[in-house]
């Protein structure tokens, strides 16, 4: 049978889709929109979407502080537009800022927003937040227009000059984290946050106080592979004053006199949680990458940015131009390992041979990817250069990827920091601990400045700790009032 054209493919596709898009209602609004997948294949989506989100930034385990946030999760389902939606919600191991949600009822918080956050009513009004684009399915909306969109690009897509298809392989899928809201969908969300909150209990005033802490620490998007909280979430100039607004006009209609902010109860919640970056994770010095907990070390260039991530660790120059990828794979044995990770990553193998790094057996592999570009007709190829290692019943593997024109000059740059993997032995390296948030009762009534050098915070970290309580290094704080401090 001879093949298509791409382009009648993608016509006939399109007409496919278009004959099953179909209007729904919106459980908050109560106007038709349009929508590409059902309530149930919404459901089914995000189902698929979890492992993936687990498996790409972790789970970070504190029983006490999940099943806190799962019964207030419920709890406030339960009074949404969405009332038998069941609702999941997870803590990822991750030191950035942010929250999200996925389409079918999947809420995520980091650690490093919880970290952040004072007390329960501003925790309430992030997840109340993230659960108004569930009701309101913005996340599906959002899909949905990404899905057609794909769909029109087909068949024009080549190869990356800056090879992020191979950074990106085992994070497919996660796009969807990447969206961004226009301000109606966030206007909206916050206005279902301040609603689901309220209803609840909780003071909605708290959460336009989380805002502007938010707007303070000015994150950078790029960190740690996730976007940080205020970039998925644009601040127009009155969002503060609006959500203020807006609690107040909840709390007199429900004459509400004393709603819930629980600012102790809290802290005591996330007393020892993990703060910044976690070492027993693996952590990079002077160019050397070390994992305790695995027992492994290897150095990577001088110059080059390493991002370490659960799914692997990416290493990359200035230009861009060469990228080394670090992870394990799902095989126990070396050649069946070398062999399945060729065919899922769709490569040619050039050359294979067996070899030893630092007394560990190894094989090396060379292979090529060439692509095509279906709409001019033109072809790419990237080089690639593997080790397999097999290491404490692992198998561990590098790939150094770059095109063709530029592998003569980065193979032997791969090669020498594969070369390198060796066991971890340095009890200093190994025995590394996480800084923590530790909570403690203010010694005597002064300044926070005060109060936190009593506790050993250095002049350098006194403003980073000060804004992580939310106070001014100038206010005066009473004995006995509880505050975050960091140790270990």
Request: with cysteine; charged share 20%; proline share 3%.
């Amino acid at each position: 049978m001879k093949r298509l054209n791409i382009s009648v493919k993608i016509s006939l596709l399109l007409g496919a889709i278009m004959l099953v898009i179909s209007c729904a209602i919106n459980p908050v609004t109560g106007k038709k929109q349009v929508m590409l997948m059902s309530e149930a294949q919404e459901l089914a989506l995000g189902s698929q979407y979890d492992p993936q989100v687990l498996a790409t930034f972790g789970e970070y385990k504190s029983d006490a502080l999940l099943s806190f946030i799962k019964e207030k999760t419920t709890e406030m389902g339960k009074i949404s537009h969405r009332p038998t939606l069941e609702y999941h919600i997870k803590i990822l191991d991750s030191q950035v800022v942010n929250a999200f949600a996925v389409p079918g009822g999947y809420i995520y918080l980091t650690r490093g927003i919880l970290a952040q956050l004072n007390n329960e009513a501003e925790l309430m009004g992030v997840i109340a937040h993230e659960m108004g684009h569930i009701t309101a399915r913005h996340s599906a909306s959002q899909q949905t227009k990404q899905q057609l969109g794909q769909l029109v690009l087909m068949g024009t897509m080549i190869a990356s000059e800056r090879l992020a298809q191979y950074a990106q392989y085992a994070m497919q899928g996660m796009e969807l984290l990447f969206l961004r809201f226009s301000r109606d969908d966030e206007r909206m969300a916050d206005r279902l946050g301040v609603r689901y909150s309220t209803l609840i209990g909780y003071d909605a005033h708290k959460m336009a106080d989380f805002f502007q802490v938010l707007n303070k620490m000015s994150m950078a998007e790029s960190v740690g592979g996730v976007p940080t909280f205020m970039s998925t979430h644009p601040d127009p100039g009155d969002r503060y004053n609006t959500v203020n607004q807006l609690a107040t006009w909840w709390q007199d209609s429900l004459g509400m006199t004393s709603p819930k902010v629980g600012g102790d109860s809290y802290l005591q919640l996330i007393d020892g949680i993990v703060y910044g970056e976690d070492p027993r994770q693996g952590y990079a010095e002077v160019s050397i990458f070390y994992h305790p907990t695995l027992k492994f070390k290897f150095s990577f260039p001088a110059g080059w940015k390493l991002e370490n991530t659960p799914a692997q660790i990416n290493i990359a120059p200035a230009d861009q131009k060469a990228l080394m990828i670090f992870t394990m794979a799902n095989e126990r044995v070396l050649k069946a390992a070398a062999d399945s990770t060729l065919k899922r990553l769709g490569l040619t193998l050039v050359e294979s041979n067996q070899a030893t790094v630092n007394g560990l057996p190894a094989i090396t592999t060379v292979s090529k990817q060439i692509q095509q570009d279906q709409s001019t007709g033109a072809t790419s190829t990237n080089m690639i250069f593997s080790y397999f290692i097999e290491y404490g019943g692992l198998i561990y593997v590098f790939h150094g990827v770059s095109a063709d024109t530029d592998f003569s000059t980065y193979m032997s740059q791969f090669e020498s920091s594969m070369k390198t993997f060796s066991t971890l032995t340095d009890a200093a390296k190994i025995n590394v601990k996480p800084k923590r948030i530790i909570i403690k009762k203010v010694f005597s009534t002064g300044t926070v400045s005060s109060a936190l050098a009593y506790y050993g915070i250095k002049q350098e970290q006194l403003a980073e700790v000060a804004l992580l309580n939310n106070l001014e290094l100038t206010a005066q704080v009473q004995a006995g009032k509880l505050i975050k401090v960091i140790g270990e």
